[in-house]
């Protein structure tokens, strides 16, 4: 599970100022197709070592450090010289500052990180009404290409979403691997079920932490792994038109969310205090 969730360009904001980018942004932009993520600092490991452990675990992920966050012994400057310094074309990193008071200070902030450093994602200025921000960064999301490969974002699922699948033989139930906006993937044994490739399959039920939906879906991909068939179903509303009704999509994209968030910030967590207890161990004097 740890691999598939590392899968995927995520990108992720270090220190953020709630005020300014606040948390509700996250989910409306897995709506558009973002994966986001905030990391904040606190005293069970330093943020630098934090970032750390998200560029060499997370390789396609992109970092953007919040500077005008305030952290006692923390200089943003230095450390993000060193993680360009020591990643190289390898880190995608970017800086989000608040606004300055002068054309002439933000020129000059820019030149020392985008010229100087070589950062590759830019430099985000926010205003100061929090309104304006969501556009502003989302244009950088998009010039930075932080959706990825994936038309959308898959989310794994573990044990906490299922399915009923009605064929002309009989019902179908069981656990959902995976499950995105516009699809989802289910394993079966050979000859478990008859859909053929690009059928229509209705009234398909998803239990996704405990919110249901009822949806039509077609067979997309059908293909062999280790433990049966993997089929891939595409959502399809009544019309035929690929992805779901309304309905379904404000329902099903909280539950996304938390799925996503629950994964990656367990995943973080276990990763933090591994590298705290080796830090524990060399002795290090922060610790």
Same mark, same amino acid.
């Given at each position: +599970?740890?691999?598939?969730?590392? @899968?995927?360009?995520?990108? #992720?904001?270090? !220190?953020?100022?709630?005020?300014? @980018?606040?948390?509700?942004?996250? $989910? ?6 973002? $994966? ?5 600092? &606190? ?48 880190? %995608? ?10 054309? !002439? ?6 030149? %020392?990180?985008?010229?100087? +450093? ?5 430099? @985000? ?9 969501? !556009? ?12 990825? %490969? %994936? ?13 009923? @699948? ?47 939906? *009822? ?7 059908? *293909? ?9 179903? +595409? ?29 990656? &910030? ?9 590298? *705290?207890?080796?830090?524990?161990? $060399?002795?290090?004097?922060? #610790?």
């Amino acid at each position: +599970m740890v691999e598939e969730i590392l @899968i995927g360009r995520k990108t #992720f904001f270090i !220190a953020p100022d709630f005020s300014l @980018i606040p948390e509700s942004y996250l $989910e409306e932009y897995l709506e558009l197709g973002y $994966e986001c993520y905030f990391v904040c600092n &606190d005293k069970t490991l330093p943020v630098e070592y934090k970032v750390d452990v998200i560029l060499s675990v997370f390789k396609d992920s992109i970092v953007f450090f919040c500077i005008d966050t305030v952290i006692h012994g923390v200089n943003w400057e230095k450390i993000i010289f060193r993680m360009q310094k020591k990643y190289g074309d390898k880190a %995608r990193l970017g800086v989000i500052y608040n606004k300055r008071k002068t054309d !002439a200070e933000r020129h000059a902030l820019e030149r %020392r990180f985008l010229f100087d +450093m070589g950062l590759q994602c830019g430099c @985000i200025q926010l205003e100061y009404q929090k309104r304006n921000n969501f !556009a502003l960064i989302e244009k950088v999301l998009f010039a930075n290409q932080a959706r990825g %490969r %994936r038309m959308s974002v898959r989310a794994i699922c573990d044990g906490d979403c299922n399915y009923t @699948i009605t064929t002309k033989h009989g019902r179908i139930t069981g656990k959902v691997n995976d499950i995105s906006m516009t699809h989802f993937s289910i394993t079966l044994q050979e000859n478990e079920c008859d859909t053929k490739l690009y059928e229509k399959v209705c009234e398909i039920v998803l239990g996704v932490k405990g919110t249901f939906i *009822r949806t039509d879906a077609v067979l997309y991909m059908s *293909r062999p792994v280790k433990d049966g068939i993997l089929n891939i179903f +595409m959502f399809v509303d009544k019309m035929g038109h690929q992805g779901l009704d309304s309905r379904n999509q404000a329902n099903l994209l909280p539950k996304l969310y938390s799925i996503l968030h629950e994964n990656c &910030d367990n995943l973080l967590k276990k990763l933090f205090e591994t590298t *705290r207890r080796k830090l524990i161990e $060399e002795n290090k004097e922060e #610790f």
